[in-house]
């Protein structure tokens, strides 16, 4: 079964920046899409940022400039890079990968609280 395991969240104040971290335990990971949502409390889960197997990224307007996903395929990881940080960032991330043959797959989740 893939596992998706993230790390690197916690708390920073505004313009500060965090790096999370999402280690996946298969190889299907090098053949599939990856990136990162974020739920805030009494909102519906959003995209911020995806990787495809080629490289090609894309974001979510709010993040755009600010953010910067990133994989490493020999670790089976994908990061995210998230610089110049505002209060309404602060949300619970989660780590997903689509495979190529359609599954998805999800990390537990990983709390990020922006404030002064």
């Known amino acids: 079964q893939v596992r998706l395991v993230e790390s690197g969240g916690g708390s920073v104040q505004p313009g500060g920046s965090l790096r999370l971290s999402c280690a996946v335990s298969e190889t299907i990971f090098s053949i599939s899409a990856a990136g990162w949502y974020r739920q805030a409390p009494e909102k519906e889960r959003e995209l911020v940022a995806t990787?495809?197997?080629?490289?090609?990224?894309n974001y979510a307007d709010s993040v755009k400039g600010r953010f910067t996903v990133s994989r490493d395929n020999a670790k089976n990881t994908v990061f995210l890079t998230m610089d110049n940080l505002k209060p309404e960032d602060s949300a619970v991330y989660y780590c997903h990968l689509h495979s190529p043959f359609s599954n998805q797959y999800w990390g537990q989740g990983t709390q990020v609280t922006v404030s002064a």
């Open positions: 990787v495809r197997t080629s490289g090609d990224t």
